[in-house]
Structure formats: C-alpha cells, structure tokens
C-alpha cells in the first residue's frame, strides 16, 4: 500500500471530507478507519518505538550484567535469578496497575509516566551498592516496562487504520530488536575497552535511561487516543479537533457524529463469557511464549556455557549478537511487513508451531546440542519464528480485540500474566537445566510452544477488519459511514456498508 504524505498543504495527499460529508455520519472512529498511513503515524511510531528499544535494552542486557555481578558479589543461582527477574516481577505488576489506569484516566497520562519511572528505575539501578538495592531499583524499572506494553500498543492501535493496524502496532514493538542487538554491543564494547567489571555493569544499566529520557517531551506533545475520548469520554468534536490539528491529514469540515459512550466496569467485563474467552487466549498464549522465551533468553549464557563448555564472557556475547542479528533481525522485519497480509492470529499460530518442533528436535537429537553450529543454526531457527510470530503478535492482538474502555485494562492483563510466566520462566529454566539438562529444559519449553498453539485457536482473527467491528464496539450506524480518498486521486465520497 502507497504511504500518502499527510500535510496541510492543499496539493498534498491529505485525506479531505466533501460537502460536510463527516457531518452527514461519519464519526471519528470511521475516519481513523479509513485514513492512510501519514507522518503523525511515522511519529507516532517512532516514540512509542523508543519505548520499546528501552524495554528490551532494559530487559535483555540483564543476562550480562547478572553475569558480571553474580562474581563481584558471589551471588546463589536464586539470587542471580532475582537480579535476572525482579524487572520481570515489576512488569508483571505494571502491566496490571498502568493498563486500568489507562482506561480510567486515559492514555495520555500513562504514556508519559511510564517513561519517567523507567528513568528513575535505570538510574538508581546504575548506582547500586548491594543485591537488595539492586533488585528493587530493577523492580521499580519493570513497573514502567510493564506500563509501557499496554499504553504503547492501544494508542498505536487506536491511531491506526483498519488496514496498516497490524503494520504500525507491530512496527512499535520491532523496536525492541534494536534494543536486543543494542545491549550486547555495548557489553562487547565496555568489556573490550578494558574497564573494570564492575563500571561495565554500571555503565550498561545507566545507559537505559538515555532513550527513556528523549521521549518523555515528545510524549508530552502526543494527543490522546481519539478512540478513547470519542467513545468513553464523550468529547467527539474535540477528538475530531486533535485529529485534524495533529494528523494534518483528515479534515472534519465541522461537526462528526457523536458516538455512543461505552461504561462497562471491571466486574462486568470479567464476568463475561466472551472476555474471558478473548483473556484466555491472549492471556494464556502471551504466559506460555514469555515462560519459553525469557526464560531460555535471559539464560542464554548459561544455556550457551552448556554447549560450548570454554567459550569466554566475550564469545558467549559474540554468539548472542549473531542470534538476534542474524534470526531475530529478519524476523521482526518480515512480521511487521506482512502480518497483515498473513493474518495476526494465523502469523501467530505458526511461530508456535515451528518453535515447538525446533525445541523438540533440540532435545530430542543430542548432537545438535553439543556442538555449536547446528545449535546455532536450529535454536536461532525458533528466533526467527519467535519474532516472525508470536514475540510480535501476542503484543498486537490484545490491543484490538478488547471494547475501548476496558482496552488497555484487556491489554494489561495479557501483558501481565505474560510477564508474570516470563519471571517463572526465568527461575525455573536455570533450575530445570540443573535438574534434567540443557536437552530436558528444551522438551518442557517445546511442550509450551505446543500448549500455546492450543491456546490460539481461541481467537479470531482481527487484521484487516475495523477495531470497532472486531472488539465488540460497533453499533448500528445512524448514517452509513464515509470513506474518504487522498487528494491526488478523484475526489468522491464513497458510501460503504453501516457496521453490524
């Protein structure tokens, strides 16, 4: 699809109303429907983008330091595991807290908090003295990633149209894989230049809150969700406002049709059958694919150690950059270029299904885990698929199948427990690789690949189809809605079809 350049200029491919036509029905939900892609989305993208290149710096390079510090300081297995996890605890809870404060206060709000505390949570984690300063200050941290997941998704969600949804939600989250290459960069480059140990792991904690700290003005200047003020505050003309002034790309032409305000309390929608449904599949798979991919990612030096006994801090980081670079990298790529196209739940269901039978083969064929090429080869495998897949589409499905006013609640929930499987993960796979081996660890995570392709069937599939129509929200329609086209092509107002 051609990317139309949205400015004010009257030859530019903006999109314009006709004849008052978004006075004769179309509301503000139809016109984010319709719009094409612009620069507000492109923004819009890149600082929520920046988030996510926090998240996962802040996540990830956590497997090198706890390295680095589990000598310095002589920690346990448990301990180490609590240096690894305690900002996947903070997540968990995060996502929780800041995903309902979304949806009562708005997002806006949320949206820039987050990014503050994730400064305050790098910062003093930089300047730790002992294991308990250290674990809470990277708790405090995850209490702003996991506010990050639900605000950052549902307002690039609720700012895109029907048919880019799935591109620009999970261009967001493809952030994260510079993020991922980003942390063992800088690891390789601290510990090559000489310094010690002890200001490398500093340094490589202190460095999260440089991209946290850019963001937060632009977040400032970010409008709320119209979605949000449109269907739950009430305030359509004043969403219609901002979304003319801010996307420079869809002119009202006066006033919009008022949408319906949905009120809907946390007890009701959790009493709901279709909910917890939708919960149970969000939910479940997002639980199920972190327990796999944090755990075994944030022990990657120790599942890398079982491979190659000798390998050095260096080469073991080496090896690390070349699975994120070489699998990670592509798969992010292709899963934002074409999960539309392919489908969100279907994209997802066969990253599952290829992360479970590379798993399995991986425990089950000895040599492929004790010599390190085709351990590389088949394990970087299941890195592309879990990019190419449900890394990327847990993310996005939650943020478009939940009604609006219990959206970021839905997504938090999802992101939550999906955390909360992350931090079990990461406890339990360093115990389980003790315990049956590095070839047992990988059976138990290929069972849980398998359980989530399971749990997928659930959903339905969303792409392509309105976030109205596919989270519950549509109405009957009092006026068929409008569909407006770019300048540059005719110019005409087509009726389609009133919602059901």
């Known amino acids: 699809m051609d990317e139309p350049e949205a400015t004010g200029s009257p030859g530019a491919s903006a999109l314009r109303s006709v004849g008052g ?41 956590i497997s090198t330091v706890a390295v680095l510090v589990k000598t310095q300081w002589h920690l346990s297995t448990t301990q180490t595991s609590w240096v690894s996890g305690s900002a996947v605890l903070g997540a968990f809870i995060g996502a929780f807290v800041f995903g309902r404060v979304a949806d009562v206060l708005g997002r806006k709000r949320v949206y820039l908090a987050v990014a503050v505390i994730m400064i305050i949570g790098a910062i003093t984690s930089a300047f730790a003295t002992d294991f308990a ?53 800088v690891g390789l480059v601290l510990l090559s230049s000489g310094l010690s140990h002890d200001l490398t792991w500093r340094l490589m904690l202190g460095f999260g809150a440089i991209p946290a700290a850019t963001v937060v003005y632009l977040r400032a200047k970010m409008p709320e969700s119209p979605r949000f003020q449109a269907r739950v505050q009430g305030r359509a003309e004043r969403a ?37 449904s939708l919960l149970l ?39 690390t950059l070349i699975l994120f670079v070489v699998f990670a990298v592509p798969g992010y790529a292709l899963a934002f270029a074409r999960m539309d196209r392919i489908g969100h739940r279907r994209l997802q269901l066969i990253g599952f299904c290829v992360m479970a039978g590379a798993f399995v083969l991986l425990g089950a064929i000895p040599v492929l885990t004790s010599r390190v090429a085709p351990f590389i080869a088949l394990f970087g495998l299941s890195y592309f698929f879990i990019e190419f897949g449900p890394n990327t589409t847990t993310f996005v499905l939650p943020s478009e199948l939940f009604p609006v006013n219990m959206r970021t609640t839905g997504h938090g929930i999802s992101a939550g427990i999906g955390k909360l499987g992350a931090f079990i993960g990461v406890f339990v796979v360093p115990q389980l690789q003790k315990g049956i081996g590095l070839r047992g660890m990988l059976l138990v995570a290929g069972g849980a690949a398998a ?31 409008v569909q407006l086209h770019p300048v540059g092509q005719e110019e005409e107002v087509v009726r389609a079809e009133a919602i059901r």
Not at 26 to 51: K, Q
Not at 301 to 312: E, G, H, N, R
């Open 451 to 481: 359980i989530g392709w399971l749990v997928t069937r659930l959903l339905p599939e969303p792409a392509r189809r309105n976030l109205e129509e596919v989270s519950g929200d549509a109405v009957e329609a009092t006026a068929p809605p």
């Open 21 to 61: 036509a978004a006075a004769g029905g179309a509301t503000v939900s139809d016109l984010l429907n319709e719009a094409p892609r612009s620069r507000f989305h492109r923004r819009a993208v890149v600082i929520s983008g920046m988030g996510f290149f926090t998240d996962a710096y802040d996540l990830f390079v």
């Open 281 to 319: 599949g969000t939910a479940g798979s997002w639980f199920l694919f972190d327990y796999a991919y944090y755990g075994n990612t944030l022990s990657l030096p120790a599942i890398l150690k079982d491979v190659a006994p000798s390998a050095t801090v260096i080469t073991n980081l080496l090896l």
């Open 133 to 185: 300063w250290l674990v809470a200050a990277r708790f405090v941290l995850g209490l702003g990633i996991g506010g990050d997941y639900p605000v950052s998704a549902v307002l690039m969600s609720e700012y895109a149209n029907r048919e880019d949804r799935g591109r620009l939600v999970g261009l967001v989250f493809s952030m994260q894989a510079i993020g991922l290459v980003v942390g063992p960069l």
């Open 240 to 276: 219609a406002d901002e979304l003319e002034r801010f996307s420079a790309g869809v002119v009202t032409s006066g006033a919009v049709s008022v949408e319906p305000v949905t009120r809907l309390g946390v007890g009701q929608f959790l009493a709901n059958r279709r909910t917890l």
